[in-house]
């Protein structure tokens, strides 16, 4: 806790967090996350974190790998709503300039779920590493953010 006049206090605390969670960020072809587990893996909404703490580590073209349980689907109906109104995936991943492919390791989900949201399925580690190595090629260099939510990769 950190207080004081609000300014200050939020930038002192905004400093403990950076000087506790940042790490360089070095590139690779495939980085393997998670959200650390239940229950922040609970859902695709929220596993979105990882991947988006994955992503500046990421090369472009590489891919993320997301080992998240999703045992309540996709946890919103907004974000649902939002990447059905779309007539693909890949029309929606356009409009967002997707960096890399991204393959959500879960056998909780549904694969057409995960579909719906642009995301590769993959029902375990090792499938989702073959899907990435034919993405990739077989040479490819390998990073692990195993608890991706608690950390911020700075470029």
Do not use: W
């Not at 000087?19 to 996350?33: E, G, R």
């Not at 990421?58 to 974000?79: E, N």
């Not at 719906?116 to 190595?133: I, P, V």
């Amino acid at each position: 806790a950190f207080a004081g006049h609000f300014e200050q206090a939020h930038e002192a605390g905004c400093a403990y967090v950076q000087s506790q969670t940042q790490v360089p960020a070095c590139q690779a072809d495939i980085v393997i996350t998670s959200n650390g587990g239940a229950p922040l893996d609970l859902n695709i909404y929220q596993s979105v974190k990882c991947m988006s703490g994955a992503e500046p580590c990421v090369r472009p073209g590489g891919v993320i790998i997301a080992l998240c349980s999703c045992y309540d689907g996709h946890g919103s109906q907004g974000f649902y709503e939002l990447f059905r109104q779309y007539q693909s995936p890949s029309a929606l991943t356009q409009a967002l300039l997707q960096k890399a492919h991204v393959i959500l390791v879960t056998d909780q989900c549904e694969p057409e779920l995960v579909e719906t949201f642009g995301l590769r399925h993959a029902a375990c580690l090792s499938k989702a590493l073959e899907m990435a190595d034919a993405l990739t090629g077989p040479q490819s260099r390998i990073l692990c953010m195993p608890n991706g939510v608690e950390l911020i990769a700075q470029q």
